[in-house]
């Protein structure tokens, strides 16, 4: 999970996810909005996938594997810090734009 966490970040940062899409059919707005959707909505998946990967790592370096967390437990940890709220808000926005990304994609696929 961990490096899938890892995978998504770096796909988002160097914008690998535009190898898949359709550019050149792309007016410049469009293009302009599905890089920077990819971008957000791959850095929140980085987020959600690293959270879980860092708690699993956790659990199985205490062998304690009930302490094993997933996706839920992972975000009210995070929910549970100082800024918890910010970061969760700030999260589930991220996923929200990810999905959206996902559907204008799906126009522009490269098949």
């Not at 956790?58 to 302490?67: I, R």
């Amino acid at each position: 999970m961990a490096g899938v966490g890892v995978y998504q970040f770096v796909r988002g940062i160097r914008k690998k996810f535009l190898d898949d899409v359709k550019t050149e059919k792309m007016g410049h707005a469009m293009k302009t909005w599905i890089t920077r959707a990819g971008v957000v909505g791959h850095v929140a998946r980085a987020v959600v996938f690293g959270l879980v990967g860092a708690f699993l790592v956790k659990a199985a370096v205490d062998y304690q594997a009930n302490e094993a967390i997933g996706l839920d437990g992972a975000l009210a940890k995070l929910y549970d810090r100082a800024y918890g709220p910010w970061l969760l808000g700030a999260v589930a926005a991220g996923l929200v734009v990810f999905g959206i990304f996902s559907i204008t994609e799906a126009r522009y696929r490269r098949i």
